[in-house]
Each structure stands twice: as C-alpha cells, then as structure tokens.
C-alpha cells in the first residue's frame, strides 16, 4: 500500500483504521516477519536466542561489511548430513 496513493486503496475503513495504525513514517506499510511453527517449542528460550541475534546500537552503526566477521550466536542445530540418526532439536 505503501507505493499507492491514498485514493486507489480498495480497503474498507476498518481496514484503513488498522493499516494507519501500523504505519511506520518512513516505510509506510513495509514489514518483515519471522514466524516460527512447531510443537512443543520453547517461545522465551527462541526469544533470547533471537534477540542474541541483533545488533547494537554500535554495531548497527559500523561498516556493513564488518558484520560477516562477528561471530554466530546460535549454535548449529542441524543434524549433519553424513548422520541419518541425527534427530533436529533446537529448543
């Protein structure tokens, strides 16, 4: 929506309503989305890990070719592929 003009968006006013309400000043209606789908997971131990992820301030700020040198939080969770007894477990 965020590349239209106000007049062409086909929404209904509860629509517009909630699109305004996520509106984001510089990016309009542009998001990204990480969506996890699993049994018996354990969401604060995946959100730590996640949020483990993210960049400070500071290292937001830096050269973004700095970045492939910083080391990877997560550890590897794949089975390897040479191991067929391997069983995936995350969290």
Partial sequence: MATLPFDAWDLQNCE???LLSKWDPVVGDRQQKLVFI???MDAPKLQAYIEECLL???E???NPATWADFADPLEPWLPDDDDEDDEWEFL
């Fill in 56 to 58: 400070t301030e500071e």
């Fill in 60 to 62: 937001m700020s830096a």
């Fill in 16 to 18: 517009v309503e909630e």
């Fill in 38 to 40: 699993g049994l018996h």
